[in-house]
């Protein structure tokens, strides 16, 4: 089960806002899992961002979730960068106000949180690394490019089998000014909106 309040929110999301034409950005994703609920093998998504430190994350936290929202198994979703950062502190922020359960691990530059989504399951690790770090799937999974700097940088992803950009806007530009919660919360919903979006097609 679901953290209630986590439930809530989903129950409120709104896909009939996402147009046509980003529907087709989306279907890709979509395919793959499908794909892989059909053959009845493990799904890996690797969600790659410059710095790894929100969008990337935000994607990686809101996949999991509607995975287990929808019952769709076996789903493992990770996140990286270009190069490694932090991870925000605003999206750990973001994340709590919208139920999750974060705690911090360990501190210092590049912070280590323990993300849980539901009682029973195992928590999301959040931390900024590399795409290609030991943490992360070598082989059989899909690279989605969630910022246009590393689509661009990440032409060829090793060892993915399949790599698709789904491109958010950067929440950064609004760091410390005072529409910073508002606008974090904003990509954070739009990303939540549109993953429900994609695993609500899923026939598992």
Not at 15 to 31: F, G, H, Y
Not at 125 to 152: R, V
Request: proline content about 5%.
């Amino acid at each position: 089960m679901l953290f209630s309040k986590i439930e809530h929110l989903i129950k409120n999301l709104n896909p009939e806002t996402i147009s046509e034409e980003r529907k087709t950005v989306l279907q890709p994703l979509a395919d793959f899992i499908q794909t892989k609920v059909s053959n009845n093998q493990e799904i890996r998504i690797n969600f790659i961002c410059t710095h790894n430190s929100r969008r990337s994350h935000l994607s990686q936290v809101w996949a999991q979730t509607m995975a287990n929202y929808f019952k769709i198994k076996n789903v493992f979703c990770y996140s990286g960068g270009t190069e490694s950062t932090a991870l925000f502190p605003m999206v750990a922020e973001t994340l709590q106000n919208s139920g999750f359960e974060v705690k911090t691990l360990s501190e210092g530059n590049n912070p280590i949180y323990s993300i849980k989504y539901a009682e029973n399951q195992h928590p999301i690790i959040g931390f900024s690394k590399k795409f290609d770090d030991d943490f992360n799937p070598k082989a059989k999974f899909a690279a989605i490019l969630t910022c246009d700097s590393a689509n661009e940088a990440c032409p060829f992803v090793p060892g993915a089998e399949k790599r698709t950009p789904i491109t958010f806007e950067d929440p950064k530009a609004f760091d410390n000014t005072p529409k910073q919660a508002e606008k974090y919360n904003e990509r954070s919903i739009q990303i939540a909106t549109e993953l429900f979006y994609i695993f609500s097609q899923i026939n598992s």
